[in-house]
């Protein structure tokens, strides 16, 4: 498992869960975790059937043509995700 930070947070954003916690959950699956890439998730410009989502996507998974396993996690405002979202997105898992 590799973690890449692409850059740092402000003092009002947090991400959905920590580098420790997806340890131990996919400590067995080999996989780039990526943390901030982009701040706001998009779906890819060639899907044709893009559903509508409501809401703050935490988290997204993709995997690419050469078997990589993409771990993406986006920034959060913490008015937005508060401790106990977070808590409850990492108990859900465990």
Request: glycine share 2%; hydrophobic share 35%; proline share 4%.
């Amino acid at each position: 498992m590799k973690f890449k930070y692409f850059r740092n947070l402000n003092k009002h954003e947090r991400y959905s869960t920590t580098k420790r916690q997806l340890k131990s959950v996919f400590s067995n699956i080999e996989m780039d975790v990526l943390f901030g890439l982009v701040r706001k998730f998009e779906f890819d410009s060639r899907c044709p059937n893009k559903p509508n989502i409501a809401g703050n996507v935490v988290a997204s998974i993709s995997y690419s043509r050469d078997r990589t396993i993409y771990f993406s996690l986006y920034p959060l405002l913490i008015s937005d995700f508060p401790n106990r979202a977070s808590d409850d997105f990492n108990k859900k898992y465990y």
